[in-house]
């Protein structure tokens, strides 16, 4: 069966970075591509982008452009996401999601999400 | 870019009545292949976000045939037969025909 799972909570300062794995199994990794969704306490699910794990093709949002870097292994099936800069607006719960190969659009199987808390 | 309105925000339902949410699109999300790239996703408090519907009326696998989803173009509507306690969740529409994919404020379905 399809799983994704993610690294542990992070407790980082304004202006670290941090950077969260997201670990997949049960099908074809290179078939697919990842993306990236956060949700900040108490809101909505905010896109923020999307990395193709075949040839390594990426989107991301505006919002975080120039911050935000995805990346993937494929020997161990494991995707990254990388933020910089941190501010406080950046708490929230990351989640990954398998989605389609050559654009975004579907994200199927979610990880369970990984909590970032930007603090000083 | 895209919005996607969710209407109602809260939506009190008593058990086993039907239950219907609506989203709204600012453009139309068929693609230039014919397809429509909508997607309903419902989530459980504490868990994360799980895909119902795909391609605006294509029920995932395993999920009960309760739910369907209908619409076209720019309106779109996710309806719950009859209402069970698990169905308690805040539900997403989101779409993938547009750049940069985006999703609905979101409807949160509570017990009446």
């Known amino acids: 069966q399809v799983q994704l799972v993610q690294s542990g909570p992070e407790v980082k300062e304004p202006g670290a970075s941090v950077k969260v794995s997201c670990k997949a199994s049960?099908?074809?990794?290179?078939?697919?591509?990842i993306t990236w969704v956060r949700q900040a306490p108490g809101q909505g699910l905010e896109w923020m982008g999307w990395?193709?794990?075949?040839?390594?093709?990426?989107k991301y949002a505006q919002k975080v452009q120039g911050r935000l870097t995805m990346t993937t292994d494929t020997s161990t099936s494991t995707a990254y996401m990388e933020l910089r800069s941190l501010r406080s607006d950046d708490t929230a719960v990351y989640y990954c999601?398998?989605?389609?190969?050559?654009?975004?659009?579907?994200?199927?199987?979610w990880g369970q999400g990984t909590l970032v808390a930007v603090s000083s | 870019d895209v919005v996607l309105t969710q209407s109602p925000l809260s939506l009190p339902v008593t058990l086993g009545q039907p239950a219907s949410f609506s989203c709204r699109s600012s453009?139309?999300?068929?693609?230039?292949?014919?397809?429509?790239?909508f997607n309903w996703f419902q989530q459980r408090p504490g868990q994360s976000p799980r895909r119902l519907i795909y391609?605006?009326?294509n029920r995932d696998s395993g999920v009960p045939d309760r739910f369907s989803g209908s619409g076209s173009g720019t309106d779109f509507t996710l309806k719950i037969s009859r209402v069970e306690a698990e169905d308690v969740a805040v539900y997403y529409c989101?779409?993938?025909?547009?750049?940069?994919?985006?999703f609905g404020q979101g409807t949160k379905l509570e017990i009446k």
């Open positions: 989101m779409q993938g025909t547009h750049w940069p994919p985006r």
């Open positions: 049960g099908y074809t990794f290179t078939n697919y591509g």
């Open positions: 999601a398998k989605d389609w190969v050559a654009t975004p659009g579907s994200a199927d199987y």
């Open positions: 391609k605006v009326s």
């Open positions: 990395i193709s794990v075949y040839n390594g093709n990426t």
């Open positions: 453009q139309s999300l068929v693609y230039s292949d014919g397809n429509t790239y």
